[in-house]
């Protein structure tokens, strides 16, 4: 008890964020510079301690001070000495590094009153980025294991699962299953040995929802599956956590750890007789992991194919026993709902999707990070006003959710209501909650061909339809992105897309196509003009694009001719610049490097222009 | 013959702690290898083998399992590693192009090693700082919003001495 930290006595608290967002932006450097300052200049009744991630990654790395929730963001390790000398020091802030409104420019120093949090409820994501992760005694001092102590107390297991359900809990990983059901199935089931697993292979590319919530609150998720074990009967857990993840997966290890030194793990937990123990999986890196029943199989050490249901992993899972598989955020938010009731957290959301949804946004958005907001927010409202817009002024063109298994929702449907019906019938998916944001840059036929080359690679092969179908999509989508679409291709892909999806037996093959639907459904117009025009508008497809210099512009400054990776310009002092197209590898680094006072490169689709055949001098 | 004799023995006595780790438990197979690619870099023939005989399954089938996840690796690989980053936000924030210029500077494709092992190249579907797109990755160092010179001058820094 000596070593945890006593708030009340100390001045000012300094967190820094170090999530893997903010690392990758140096925050590892502030938080040392900060403790190294802070120890030179003799600072005392001041503790520096780090957390997971805030959410904010755009603005990171984010240091929070208290008392005041003062937020600094985008913090340099140059900032240091300020933070230490003016704020902690002498209790005045930093304004400089206080978050700036984009639209309005008023600085705003506490994160409440930021737009990006203060639209935000903050439910599964309640401790990131206020609690260190890898002290237990943050997350007891927050109410952590209450909820655990209460359930083992009080209540039965068949009492527990009957408040998940009529919370209306559903699952988080993106098929959205009412929880408290499943968990029914599993109790029901005679025998002894069953099993609960944390499903955290977070596979989606530009999903990062997990991960996040695991590095900055892993006692959350954790709670939240011995509550499950006990509701179900389980006395063993695995987490199957992608290897990638070595931040998250160490401060599991951690956690767990500290789980056992507090008798919150093991045999006879708080003296209640229940015993439950967590063994780690790290995933080896497959997309089709995350399905129940390849999970499972990866599990026992086989390859990750899924197979038919029924029976389901309830029933029959891990080595043939009943296995209960939660997603990370269904897992955090049961603590929460024993804590609170399930009244209240049904009370949150529409009619039949009940509580909070998390998403990773990101893309061509202004304010990329991890957001929670109540189901049923207009998308509109979390683009524009959590998101803060498109960034750089450009129009808004589409969002995605729901990774490769998800759809592209068009501007005409940004009032839709983010809930488990409606994206399912706008044929998008909630998915696990990433939500890509595109611009009138993004070509959605090469969007569509992005996630078939992730898809058609990570098909296990089971299926025909799948690994065959998928493959084909690909080559057709290839195909139009490079000029060489034919009519009837559109029509082809549907009825291969309809094939696939009937013929799969899991989630990856019957979802696979729909990202090619969803976007021949809303911008059958780009595809069209692919084929027909060999154009592509938003110049995206390198095949159908082309890079000019116009000569009354260009002020033969060289720096064209002296950056082209693969010599296709030529020109000299004072001569204007000519691409050779034969050599031109559309690279695009002309157009980045010639100077904005000049703007003499062009990228053009589906046109010729009229430009010298050799260098002439400027002005002739 | 001796020396095929002195690698199998050399293998399998790198191997032993992990075996001792993990005797007993089942289905521990993908981790043996996870932990036996950490220690020797990747699975070599010698090292399938020796874990087959361990789990008490063929070759055959361990390589199967290995083979099916994206992880393991059969031939050597790079002193630097190099991962691009193809998750959405990068792929839509010009994550290709990032892609196309390091292989041309390296003449090699994803998955691929240079002949004098220096590099390897390897493209991955999001490493989760979406907001720093587009990002590359060089062992464990992360290099953020990434343009073409960018690469360029990380690729110089890597290089060394060698040529530029």
């Known amino acids: 008890m000596a070593k945890e930290n006593k708030i009340s006595d100390k001045k000012y608290v300094v967190r820094v964020c170090l999530g893997t967002g903010c690392i990758s932006g140096g925050s590892l450097n502030v938080y040392e510079a900060l403790k190294r300052n802070g120890e030179s200049s003799g600072l005392k009744n001041v503790i520096i301690d780090f957390t997971g991630c805030h959410g904010f990654c755009q603005r990171g790395p984010i240091v929070d001070i208290e008392p005041g929730g003062i937020f600094y963001s985008e913090v340099k390790e140059e900032d240091v000495t300020d933070i230490v000398q003016q704020h902690l020091k002498k209790g005045k802030f930093v304004d400089r590094l206080f978050y700036r409104h984009p639209s309005t420019g008023e600085t705003i120093p506490c994160s409440r009153d930021i737009p990006f949090y203060s639209r935000q409820q903050r439910i599964i994501l309640r401790n990131c980025g206020h609690i260190n992760p890898e002290n237990i005694g943050d997350y007891l001092a927050v109410g952590g294991y209450e909820s655990l102590k209460k359930v083992l107390s009080e209540m039965t297991p068949e009492q527990v699962i009957s408040e998940i359900s009529s919370s209306v809990l559903r699952g988080r990983g993106g098929a959205g299953f009412v929880t408290g059901l499943k968990w029914e199935f599993c109790h029901r089931e005679p025998g002894k040995e069953k099993y609960i697993i944390c499903n955290a292979d977070e596979g989606d590319p530009g999903a990062f929802m997990d991960r996040s919530i695991l590095e900055a609150d892993p006692h959350s998720v954790l709670e939240g599956m011995v509550i499950g074990a006990y509701a179900i009967g389980a006395n063993q857990g695995y987490i199957y956590c992608r290897a990638e993840y070595p931040l998250a997966l160490e401060r599991l290890r951690i956690a767990l750890r500290q789980m056992e030194e507090h008798g919150l793990l093991g045999n006879d937990i708080l003296g209640s007789g229940f015993n439950f123990h967590i063994k780690i999986k790290e995933g080896a890196g497959a997309f089709v992991c995350g399905e129940e029943t390849a999970l499972i199989a990866s599990i026992e050490g086989k390859r990750g194919m899924p197979r038919t249901r029924p029976p389901f ?15 990370v955020k269904t897992l955090a938010s049961v603590p929460v709902i024993i804590a609170k009731g399930s009244n209240w957290y049904s009370g949150i959301g529409t009619e039949k999707s009940k509580g909070t949804v998390v998403f990773a946004l990101t893309g061509k958005i202004a304010n990329s990070g991890l957001v929670e907001v109540p189901m049923g927010i207009e998308l509109r409202e979390l683009i524009y006003e959590i998101g803060g817009g498109i960034s750089g002024g450009r129009k808004f063109k589409a969002a995605q959710t729901g990774g490769p298994s998800g759809g592209c929702l068009p501007a005409s449907m940004l009032n839709l209501s983010i809930d488990y019906e409606s994206l399912t019938a706008a044929g998008s998916i909630m998915g696990s909650g990433g939500m890509i944001v595109m611009d009138e840059d993004t070509c959605m036929v090469d969007i569509a061909r992005y996630f078939l080359i992730f898809t058609q690679a990570e098909s296990c092969g089971k299926c025909v339809p799948c690994r065959v179908g998928t493959r084909q999509m690909l080559i057709i989508l290839e195909r139009i992105t490079k000029g060489d679409g034919v009519p009837g ?9 309809n094939t696939v999806k009937l013929g799969s037996l899991c989630g990856l093959g019957q979802t696979a196509p729909n990202p090619v639907l969803t976007t021949i459904r ?6 069209e003009e692919h084929i027909n025009n060999k154009r592509c508008p938003a110049l995206v497809c390198k095949e159908l694009i082309s890079f000019y210099i116009l000569p009354e512009k260009c002020k033969g400054c060289g720096i064209c001719f002296k950056n082209c990776p693969v010599g296709a310009i030529s020109g000299g002092k004072k001569l204007i610049h000519v691409i050779d197209h034969e050599k031109c590898i559309k690279c695009g680094t002309c157009l980045d ?19 010298p055949e050799r260098p002439i001098p400027v002005g002739k | 013959m001796g020396e095929e004799q002195k690698i199998k023995g050399n293998v399998h006595s790198q191997l032993v702690e992990i075996f001792n780790e993990y005797k007993g438990e089942k289905g521990a197979v993908i981790s043996i290898l996870q932990k036996a690619q950490d220690k020797l870099g990747y699975l070599s023939q010698e090292v399938i083998s020796e874990i087959a005989k361990f789990s008490r399954m063929s070759e055959t089938e361990v390589f199967g399992v290995a083979s099916f996840y994206a992880q393991f690796r059969f031939t050597r690989c790079g002193d630097h590693v190099i991962r691009v980053c193809l998750g959405t936000a990068c792929h839509v924030r010009g994550g ?10 390296l003449g090699i494709e994803p998955g691929g090693t240079t002949e004098n092992y220096k590099f390897s190249l390897e493209r991955i579907a999001c490493f989760g700082c979406c907001a720093l797109a587009p990002v590359m990755v060089v062992d464990k160092n992360v290099h953020t919003k990434m343009n073409l010179s960018k690469v360029r001058d990380v690729m110089k820094r890597y290089q060394g001495g060698k040529g530029e």
Do not use: H, M
Request: with cysteine; net charge positive; charged share 35%.
């Open chain 1, 489 to 497: 291709d559109v029509e082809l892909l549907e009825r291969l897309a």
């Open chain 1, 313 to 327: 992993p309830a029933i029959s899972g891990l080595w043939g026993k009943p296995t209960i598989i939660n997603n």
């Open chain 2, 96 to 105: 290709e192009r990032i892609l196309d210029e390091v292989k041309r500077e």
């Open chain 1, 522 to 527: 809303y911008f059958r117009s780009e595809y």
């Open chain 1, 593 to 611: 490097v010639c100077p904005k006072r000049f703007s003499a490169v062009v990228k053009v689709s589906g046109e010729k222009i009229k430009v």
